[in-house]
């Protein structure tokens, strides 16, 4: 039996865009490829309306994020933790022998500007990298207000964001936020299988990358650009087929438009949390509650992996609490083409179960 999911990711593909994986293969050297390939960038591009270089890496988010400090970090960066994915980034960068000051938050509270902004004043940074969308715990982080400050106290700083659970789900500007590298993964808010990522680059990044020794091979942005601008092709072998669903997707994305897209994931995570509060809290910090991910705190006790057990045999997946939250929590996935009624029913299923075992 199949179980809908309602996970951090992945989520639920649609049938018409799981059957574009199964389009006859081309060659990833032919014409035919380079046509499909400068179609996508196109269409990134147009989602945020940006000039910034787009790029659709055959990967995880985690390689495309951990090439973002091989290529834009000359030795030294910021990273503020307040979750397991940008705890991710402090392990990346110590591996690849950066020089890393992480400033530690309370897991569910957010990011604060002022506490990033006086760490820039007392030192100097090539970049901060923060993570949008903290899916472990199901909040937002104010990016908006973190790049201000970095913009205002260090301006030649780079600002890298993972924007991996969070991207065509929670509102993102990247001129308007001066935001200089974002990436991706496809499995969450857009609706697809995993094994791609999108990335955006901005120019001054692209030149910073030059200064950048032992930037590797496969994450090397530059190459990545070189052929894409000379050939409309990748360096290595994509995966054609993932590519046939993102063409497909984006047309879909677009004609729904972006800002309905970001109102439909805000209704959705509304339906969700509003349950949580009535039947249990939230566990994140208010004003900070992610319009894709719903973090709940288990405050009536309830064996969480019972829990998921009992909903799966009823045809429905969410997460357990990730790490150290993990009965403490658990996390409803709202994004992608799910829709309202999507939610409401996988609450009516809740609310049924939590009734049947008398939790």
């Not at 994020?65 to 110590?94: Q, T």
């Not at 400033?103 to 100097?124: I, M, N, S, T, Y």
Request: with cysteine; charged share 25%; proline share 5%.
């Amino acid at each position: 039996m199949h179980k809908k999911l309602f996970l951090p990711g992945p989520v639920e593909v649609l049938e018409d865009v799981l059957q574009m994986q199964a389009r006859p293969l081309i060659g990833h050297r032919s014409k035919e490829f380079s046509q499909l390939y400068e179609g996508i960038i196109n269409r990134l591009k147009g989602l945020f309306n940006t000039d910034y270089h787009a790029f659709v890496f055959t990967s995880s988010g985690t390689g495309v994020l951990e090439g973002f400090i091989r290529n834009f970090v000359k030795e030294r960066v910021l990273i503020p933790v307040n979750g397991s994915f940008s705890k991710r980034w402090v392990e990346a960068a110590h591996l690849n022998g950066k020089e890393v000051k992480a400033v530690e938050f309370e897991w569910g509270k957010a990011v604060r500007p002022e506490v990033v902004a006086e760490e820039l004043k007392r030192d100097h940074y090539d970049a901060v990298m923060v993570v949008h969308n903290e899916s472990s715990t199901g909040l937002t982080n104010p990016l908006k207000e973190i790049a201000e400050v970095v913009r205002e106290v260090s301006p030649d700083t780079l600002i890298l964001v993972d924007a991996v659970s969070g991207m065509l789900g929670v509102p993102l500007e990247l001129e308007g936020w001066g935001i200089d590298a974002v990436a991706a993964s496809v499995q969450k808010a857009f609706g697809l299988p995993p094994g791609i990522t999108v990335a955006y680059v901005s120019p001054r990044a692209m030149e910073r990358s030059k200064e950048v020794e032992n930037r590797g091979m496969y994450f090397n942005f530059e190459r990545m650009l070189e052929y894409y601008e000379k050939k409309r092709q990748t360096p290595f072998t994509p995966n054609i087929s993932l590519f046939y669903a993102l063409d497909y997707q984006l047309d879909r994305i677009l004609e729904e438009g972006v800002q309905r897209r970001y109102e439909r994931h805000r209704r959705m995570a509304e339906i969700a949390r509003s349950w949580a509060l009535e039947k249990f809290d939230m566990f994140p910090e208010r004003g900070y509650w992610s319009p894709t991910i719903t973090c709940v705190a288990n405050t009536r006790g309830i064996p969480v992996s019972e829990f998921l057990v009992e909903l799966g045999k009823r045809g429905y997946a969410i997460a357990n609490g990730y790490g150290p939250l993990r009965e403490r929590t658990f996390r409803i996935g709202h994004m992608g083409d799910l829709t309202e009624e999507d939610v409401s029913q996988l609450i009516a299923v809740m609310d049924e179960i939590l009734k049947e075992k008398g939790w």
